[in-house]
């Protein structure tokens, strides 16, 4: 990886020479001060235009906070398509029960990383690797676990049931829990496990031989970890919760869903989650590690690039999905802009530049393919730690927008289906098009590349529509006429 960010330097020096750089997001210089969401959701976040009917409202990952909020003010939220959400947790009972007399959806949205449920389990000694006396091995080795002592996972799910019958106690029923739970052992390390005696004896014998064996291994554990301590217990204090975490998405040897670094995760069946939860993220990782330094560095590549990056994750889910699952719902996470490059960063890699970010115009559009590839909630996420308050405001004003502009077709969010799956891979800048069909009507997004002016589309079976790219992109709706043919007519 440092080789290719060597390259990226480069490329990014000789761009900054040549003028000014309104590719780049800003970099704070003061520390930011803390953004009071729930005023500022209510000054720039216009209520909708349209009807949200019974679909989840969009949920942010910086909300208005945890305390209980007046009904008047959930329900100005919800007219914005937007819900507060609560932890998983006893002290949130006072907000769900505000939330739920208010006629909202009660979700659950929390995070855990590192060595936690593991580390649940008591004295380290009992679930961390263990090493023989005077063994050289890194320092930080010794705090990981050992992947198959799963007592702090039975720990994690006693929690669980018992926050739930205090919910139930209460009053309260839980809607969804949509869980941003990044642990091990989904980064276990290989090394770290084989070198261990006690950890090693533990795994199967083809994971404790091959590192690639292991990767497969550690990461369908974790799906299996995270099913049946995690999601079986929220179902059953609710058969009808919406329950999914981070990354809990359906991979296949046909399709296989991409990292981001374009790394295909291995091929992964249903698990008890009742959803995927893909990301659809302009990260800097995917740029620093997919962008060619042959490409030209402009605005309109680099937005074809990012646009990319959001539509292949949830793209190759959704054709799993609807092969594999077609119960399932999908809610990605969503965000313009997230740097995490730095958490990747090994000694003697170089320092990172400033990395390009895509525009608010090619997000937004973005955002529609994505209402448009069978999805059914987004969570954003709206961290000012990424680049500053401006940008993480900016997340909930673009995916607000975009939601309410979907909302106009909501008989197809709800009746369609998928009529498209297919991107341009990066470096290529052909037309991107998505759409939902019924019998005998259909909704298409269109945006232009390769200097195309018209896509031709099937739009049913045996029936082909040759519709306009404008530069812009366009809005479409179709139908088909009793006499035979395709009425075309621009939305927008």
């Not at 040897?253 to 790394?263: L, M, N």
Request: net charge negative.
């Amino acid at each position: 990886m440092a080789s290719a960010w060597r390259a990226v330097l480069v490329a990014l020096a000789l761009a900054a020479c040549a003028g000014p750089a309104p590719l780049y997001p800003p970099k704070p210089t003061t520390p930011l001060e803390p953004v009071d969401w729930l005023s500022t959701l209510e000054s720039r976040i216009p209520p909708l235009k349209h009807e949200r009917g019974r679909r989840w409202p969009l949920v942010l990952w910086n909300g208005p906070g945890f305390e209980p909020l007046p009904p008047e003010t959930i329900g100005g939220l919800l007219a914005r398509g937007i819900v507060p959400h609560i932890r998983l947790d006893e002290a949130s009972i006072p907000a769900a029960k505000a939330l739920q007399a208010a006629g909202a959806p009660v979700i659950a949205v929390e995070g855990k990383g590192g060595n936690w449920p593991y580390s649940l389990g008591g004295d380290p000694e009992t679930w961390a690797h263990r090493y023989p006396e005077g063994k050289k091995i890194p320092e930080e080795w010794r705090a990981m676990p050992s992947p198959m002592i799963f007592k702090g996972w039975a720990v994690a799910e006693a929690q669980i049931r018992q926050t739930l019958s205090r919910f139930k106690d209460a009053g309260v029923v839980l809607d969804a829990a949509w869980l941003d739970w990044e642990v091990e052992p989904h980064v276990a390390s290989f090394k770290a496990a084989i070198e261990s005696p006690s950890s090693r004896a533990l795994l199967p014998a083809p994971a404790a031989a091959d590192g690639h064996a292991f990767m497969l291994f550690r990461h369908h554990l974790w799906m299996g970890l995270m099913s049946a301590y995690v999601a079986a217990p929220i179902r059953e204090a609710n058969p009808k919760v919406s329950v999914t975490n981070w990354m809990a998405v359906l991979s296949s040897e046909e399709r296989p869903v991409p990292t981001w670094t374009a790394h295909a995760l291995p091929p992964t069946g249903p698990s008890l989650m009742t959803a995927t939860n893909p990301t659809a993220y302009g990260v800097d990782l995917a740029f620093l590690t997919g962008w060619d330094e042959d490409w030209p560095l402009d605005r309109d590549h680099v937005d074809r690039f990012y646009m990319q990056v959001l539509l292949r994750q949830v793209s190759a889910d959704s054709h799993n999905r609807r092969r594999i699952a077609p119960y399932l719902e999908s809610l990605p996470w969503v965000a313009r802009w997230v740097r995490i490059a730095d958490e990747e960063r090994k000694p003697g890699d170089p320092p990172l530049p400033m990395v390009p970010a895509m525009s608010r115009e090619a997000y937004r559009e973005a955002l529609r393919h994505l209402w448009l590839r069978g999805i059914d909630g987004m969570q954003v996420f709206n961290s000012p730690t990424t680049s500053d308050n401006e940008s993480a405001i900016a997340e909930v004003e673009d995916a607000a927008a975009v939601y309410d502009e979907m909302l106009a077709f909501r008989e197809f969010l709800e009746q369609g289906d998928v009529m498209n799956l297919d991107h341009p891979d990066p470096g290529q800048d052909g037309p991107i098009w998505s759409g939902l069909r019924t019998r005998d009507r259909a909704l298409l997004r269109v945006f232009p590349g390769g200097g195309e002016r018209f896509l031709e589309i099937e739009a049913w079976p045996g029936a082909e529509v040759s519709v306009p790219l404008p530069p812009e992109g366009a809005t479409y709706r179709l139908r088909r006429a009793p006499e035979g043919g395709i009425e075309l007519e621009a939305v927008r």
